[in-house]
């Protein structure tokens, strides 16, 4: 069974668990419980499933010197996109991965970074099929092997990091049902030949979506960065405390990136001293945050967000974007000492970016006429959506201004 082609379809969601404030772990029970029942049902009847990524090739048609599959994709290996993928479905209860010996320490150093779970290494061999086969000898069900011997197995290309649980499903239906299948685009692949040629079998050819493309080319390469900076776009958290005050001027920002970026799902929270609302917003692994200060050119609460994001593990997997807004009155203080201290902004951002958070700022005028606050708060939402779209780490520590 044979995955094809990148796109469409929403990126996995990321493996690793995320901490609470307080370093708890509830992601495994809030996981559990958002399961739909159709997929509780089906891990009580469905085959045992492991999956086999052959990953010993050299890409020469990237025309770079490393491997495709360890290229970076939003500064993160290719692969640990497609383990991503992998991991998200739970019913795959084991991922064996052929790399190369000279390999095969980066590919430990990847797992252990990215907290990779369920995922066991074999020595790829000199052909992808002799890969392929390293992967099943591994899944043999052997005495002296933790792996047990699965009933379906999908064989999924590592260059291949948009693949999405539907298919999957697909594809094990029909495997159980016809004994081999496969998908593709136009013809099926060469293990679905070699299956028809060789195991005499039935066989059967699932329709795959037409984002699974396979990252071939150096430009494949931004083509799939590109589709998940979007992915990761589409939802913003505006963090600030309202006190229940509707008036509050952070609320005309809300409404006026939801009137502008209709397309974008925006929700608030508060860093109260729980940390209840923020802490839910993490746990469902929104990468985008706005931190509204207003009246003040004081970086308390933005320092606050970025403790709690630092305390989660939320930025392993995807950089996440922290913009902290400052509503200030040029006329109430000096220009000279707010400008002082929000350049401590660079410093923020400096040792934040080590834990892959990019930090910016942006300072609106407030108060103003109504017009003209209306004009700065739509600036303010363009850049606010640039910035978040584009996750451009040359602008980490900028101050821009509305």
Not at 44 to 71: D, H, I, N, W, Y
Not at 362 to 387: F, H, K, M, V, W
């Amino acid at each position: 069974m044979e995955p094809a082609p990148p796109g469409g379809s929403g990126p996995a969601e990321p493996g690793p668990r995320l901490r609470g404030l307080r370093g708890a772990d509830p992601a495994a029970s809030a996981s559990l419980l958002s399961r739909a029942p159709a997929e509780a049902a089906l891990q009580l009847r469905a085959p045992a499933v492991a999956a086999v990524l052959p990953a010993g090739g050299s890409g020469e048609r990237m025309g770079v010197r490393t491997p495709k599959q360890f290229c970076p994709v939003l500064e993160r290996p290719l692969i640990s996109h497609t383990l991503q993928a992998l991991e998200r479905v739970c019913w795959i209860k084991d991922i064996v991965v052929a790399v190369t010996s000279e390999n095969m320490e980066a590919m430990k150093g990847i797992i252990q970074r990215y907290q990779h779970k369920r995922i066991s290494l074999v020595e790829a061999g000199v052909t992808r099929h002799r890969s392929i086969f390293s992967g099943l000898r591994a899944l043999e069900g052997q005495p002296d092997s933790q792996l047990s011997k699965p009933d379906v197995v999908i064989i999924h290309d590592a260059v291949r990091p948009f693949v999405e649980e539907d298919v999957l499903l697909k594809v094990v239906t029909a495997a159980k049902e016809h004994g081999c299948s496969d998908y593709d685009l136009d013809f099926g692949t060469e293990c679905l030949h070699l299956a028809l040629k060789y195991c005499h079998v039935k066989a059967k050819l699932v329709e795959g979506s037409p984002d699974l493309w396979k990252v071939t080319y150096k430009r494949d390469l931004y083509a799939a960065e590109s589709i998940i900076k979007e992915r990761i776009s589409q939802q913003i958290c505006i963090v600030m405390d309202t006190k229940e005050d509707e008036e509050h001027v952070g609320h005309h920002l809300e409404e006026m990136l939801k009137n502008e970026l209709n397309h974008v799902k925006i929700t608030s929270g508060a860093l109260s001293h729980t940390g209840r609302d923020l802490q839910q917003i993490i746990l469902e692994q929104c990468y985008n945050f706005v931190c509204v200060n207003v009246m003040t050119s004081e970086l308390e609460e933005t320092q606050k967000l970025l403790d709690v994001l630092k305390e989660s593990n939320l930025s392993i997997l995807y950089p996440v974007v922290v913009i902290s807004v400052h509503f200030l009155d040029y006329k109430s203080v000096p220009f000279g000492q707010k400008m002082e201290n929000l350049m401590q902004i660079r410093e923020f951002a400096k040792e934040v970016k080590k834990r892959n958070i990019l930090l910016c700022g942006l300072i609106i005028y407030y108060p103003q006429d109504e017009q003209n606050l209306q004009d700065s708060l739509r600036q303010g939402a363009t850049i606010i959506a640039t910035l978040i779209k584009e996750r451009n780490s040359g602008l980490v520590g900028q101050l821009l201004v509305a």
